[in-house]
């Protein structure tokens, strides 16, 4: 207004208000003194009475500028005012109200001289600042940027690591919840999975907090946004939909993880912070992605691991079964060939035990004694021949006993014996055998095939002696178990092939020699009567096995 231009000529600076406390005027030297003056109330706010007023509840009271466009009579007050450089500045205020205005002069107290001085100088300092200010301003959002970006950077990589570093799911999931956890200040941080529209609890972090199993839904803003993919962030007294309230309202960052476009699960992270997510959406994204592939890398895993245990499994039983048919079958063959061989032999064998006491009869009747004593030696050594036959045909029946396929008691140490005159050709002139029989009670087994297992050993040990050698054979009885030892002179059998000789397949005999089905066998009709073989050996000194059976 030009009928306030007159103020232009004061040294003081001056600043005009009408009765609705708007400015309507400000002298030149105001404006070289305020430049950074906006607005009134922004004016009034930055001025303070160089000493306070009593206490009063409204806040406006402490601006001197205030009290001087409401006063109706003239006022004076000595103000500091804070410019927008934080610097204070003092002045004496006159304030006047003439008909609707209120003019407000400002006096500068400070000394003019040094004002003048130090006005270039300051201006160009000043300037300085604010380009410094700026500057560091610039470093320090950079700085943060880097610092931000490194720590993102290695949290991904850490938790990349993690993931590569094992297949074990459950071990998988803790490691990124308990960076997560850690990264966010949560108190509770879990994995569920997803399925047709529920998802589950699979992996907790603390432990203490395991709600594992348990089933629940998100509420349908939520849910909508992690199957469109995008992070949910939300304030929310529950944990989830008909989840328990909690005491305080919760910031709940809901992170779903995708493989292959298909929604598998979400992280799910409770914090009692309020925080905005900005660069570590980056981090939680790349997480997600991670944990996405490495979930069903480890189940797949897990499942061709479990494959992998079922087919070794059928395989074992496979070929269990297999050398039951086998064994059923030699015993089949071998009691077939024993029935029909004894048939055979008994009909000649009849015969000459005929002749043989026909014989005996008519020898006293010769005259030449001579004769009749080289005859009566003769015929003393063909019954001595058909009684050892008729012996074996006998020894052989029992040992195949088709007829004997349930259990049924058994005197362990005739066993033995019968096995021993069936393997007689293998020790005669040879072997000395040694028995050390125990008093031992009827047993109840299969003899047959105890038969069978006594009889692989003992011809094992048989050709594991060259030359001559000793078998000793020893039994006993402890409360509830029968103990055979067969220990042998041989050359033993090295540490390395102990634990395979059980094996199916596995022979230290040459190629046409041994089957490596012998001792396999043995081993489970050992297994079926409830016990177990033991062998001791040293290469040089020999070996020993040592059958222990349970005989409840």
């Known amino acids: 207004m ?20 708007e400015v309507v005027y400000r002298n030149n030297t105001f404006k070289r003194w305020f430049p950074d003056f906006s607005d009134i109330k922004k004016f009034s706010h930055n001025a ?23 006063s109706k009579e003239d006022f004076s007050a000595r103000i500091s005012y804070q410019n927008q450089n934080g610097k204070l500045q003092y002045y004496d205020l006159y304030a006047s ?9 400002f006096s500068d107290i400070s000394a003019e001289a040094e004002l003048n001085s130090s006005e270039k100088l300051n201006k160009k300092l000043k300037e300085r600042v604010i380009y410094l200010e700026n500057q560091n301003n610039d470093l320090m959002k950079i700085k943060q940027k880097a610092q931000s970006q490194a720590i993102r950077i290695a949290l991904i990589n850490k938790v990349s690591n993690l993931i590569r570093g094992s297949m074990d799911l459950s071990e998988i999931l803790n490691s990124a919840l ?16 997803y399925d047709k529209g529920e998802f589950a609890i699979r992996e907790v972090f ?34 989830y939909k008909d989840g328990p309230v909690f005491k305080q309202p919760v910031m709940r960052i809901t992170v779903p993880v995708f493989h292959m476009r298909k929604l598998i699960g979400a992280i799910v992270l409770l914090s009692y912070q309020r925080r905005e997510l900005n660069d ?7 997480i997600s992605s991670q944990l996405g592939n490495a979930i069903i890398r480890a189940e797949l895993y897990n499942k061709n691991t479990q494959m ?27 009691g077939q060939l024993v029935a029909g ?22 020898i006293p009747r010769i005259q030449d004694e001579e004769i009749s004593s080289i005859l009566a030696d003769i015929n003393e050594i063909d019954h001595e021949a058909i009684q050892r036959i008729s012996h074996m045909v006998t020894s052989l029946k029992k040992f195949v006993r088709l007829d004997e396929a349930e259990l049924q008691e058994a005197d362990i140490n005739k066993e033995l014996d019968l096995t021993l005159d069936l393997i007689r050709h293998e020790t005669k002139n040879r072997i000395d055998i040694v028995k050390n029989y125990g008093e031992l009670p009827l047993i109840k087994c299969f003899p047959n095939m105890l038969n069978q297992v006594f009889t692989n050993v003992l011809i094992n040990a048989c050709q594991a002696i060259e030359g001559r050698g000793t078998i000793t054979i020893t039994t006993s009885y402890t409360p509830k178990t029968l103990i055979v030892s067969i220990k042998d002179t041989g050359k033993g059998i090295e540490k390395s092939e102990i634990n395979k000789i059980f094996t199916a397949g596995y022979t230290t005999k040459g190629v046409g020699v041994g089957t490596g089905l012998g001792l396999a066998i043995s081993a489970k009709i050992i297994e079926k009567h409830k016990g177990e073989i033991i062998v001791n050996s040293e290469v040089g000194h020999g070996s020993e096995f040592i059958i222990t059976i349970c005989s409840e």
């Open 308 to 334: 992998v245990v079922q087919l070794q499994n059928t395989l074992k039983e496979l070929k269990e079964t297999q050398l039951h048919l086998i064994n059923s079958e030699k015993m089949a063959s071998l």
């Open 178 to 193: 308990k960076e997560l956890s850690v990264m966010f200040g949560t108190f509770k941080a879990y994995y569920a999975s």
């Open 341 to 362: 061989v004894a048939h055979e032999i008994n009909t000649p064998i009849a015969s000459i035990k005929s002749n043989n006491a026909i014989l005996a009869k008519f």
């Open 2 to 21: 030009k009928k306030f231009d007159i103020f232009n000529r004061f040294r003081d600076a001056v600043i005009i208000t009408n009765q609705n406390r």
């Open 48 to 70: 303070n009475f160089d000493i306070c007023p009593l206490e009063t509840e409204n806040p406006e009271n402490y601006s001197p500028i205030y009290n001087a466009m409401i």
């Open 280 to 286: 570590e959406i980056e981090i939680l994204e790349a």
């Open 206 to 239: 603390p432990k203490q907090n395991s709600d594992k199993d348990t089933h629940f839904t998100f509420e349908d803003n939520t849910a909508e946004t992690i199957l469109a993919g995008e992070i949910s962030t939300r304030y929310s007294m529950k944990e």
């Open 97 to 105: 109200r003439r008909w609707k205005y209120s003019l407000m002069f």
